[in-house]
């Protein structure tokens, strides 16, 4: 199935008509990204961009689970068994699309951690974060949106809750922010099937933290459904 790519911002647009490489990025634990769908976004990426790499934020998933009450070690666990079904998904899927050792386009934790142009950038963001507290307020204000979604209705994250998510949102800061260099190309869209506040403001250039120039976001829309 095709898709339709909106890009964030007037800064994501010529990145995405360059089409030099696109990033999806893969939830651990959200069930919109069914083999089906997660071969329908090989197909189209590798039509539509040069190259392609798809994110799982595996072992980061598990400060989410941390923040909803997991235990350390259960939530590092679950974390981890999730990204590999993750992984092994996504494997499968771009096999049967052709691809050859498909886990070379695979960036999970031990691709990125062993990254220099990754950790540099997640050094400089958590560096922000601690000393800029606007922008340690946005980001902490974006993981409050994404964990009360995950809480039951009603409930409000707690400070100890939010300071355990945000580590999640800090190390997928870099890829928002230049996955051209962390995977060598020359520039770069990451595409995802939602935005959020905190994404709009960073594209916009209005936060301290800002996207390379040649990094865009786009947001999916699976073209069926775009038009109605």
């Known amino acids: ?39 329908d976004l090989a197909r189209w990426g590798f039509a539509e961009f040069d190259a392609a790499h798809f994110f799982v934020p595996d072992l980061p998933a598990a400060y989410t689970l941390e923040a909803l009450g997991y235990p350390p070690a259960r939530a590092a666990h679950k974390a981890r068994r999730q990204g590999q079904y993750v992984r092994n998904k996504i494997a499968r ?33 958590q560096r922000l974060f601690d000393h800029d507290p606007d922008f340690r307020a946005e980001c902490v ?12 209705a009603g409930g409000a994250a707690t400070d100890d809750q939010l300071r355990s998510a945000v580590r999640y949102l800090l190390a ?30 960073l594209y916009h250039g209005e936060l301290a933290w800002k996207p390379a120039e040649g990094q865009g976001f786009g947001v999916l829309t699976e073209v069926a459904y775009a038009q109605g």
Do not use: K
């Not at 339709?4 to 959200?30: D, E, K, M, Y």
């Not at 771009?94 to 997640?122: C, K, M």
């Not at 204000?141 to 039951?152: C, K």
């Open 172 to 201: 997928e800061l870099p890829l928002f922010t230049d996955t051209g260099a962390i995977v060598g190309a020359e520039s770069s869209v990451f595409c995802y099937h939602q935005s959020i506040g905190f994404l709009q403001r």
């Open 141 to 152: 204000e974006a993981s409050r949106w994404v964990l009360e979604n995950r809480l039951p």
């Open 1 to 39: 199935m095709p898709f339709h790519v909106q890009p964030l911002s007037i800064h994501c647009h010529a990145p995405v008509a360059r089409g030099a490489h696109v990033c999806f990025g893969i939830s651990p634990f959200n069930s919109y990204f069914t083999p089906q769908r997660i071969i």
């Open 93 to 125: 899927a771009l096999t049967d699309v052709g691809v050859h050792e498909p886990q070379r386009l695979i960036l999970g934790w031990a691709e990125l951690y062993s990254n220099p142009r990754y950790r540099h950038l997640r050094d400089q963001a």
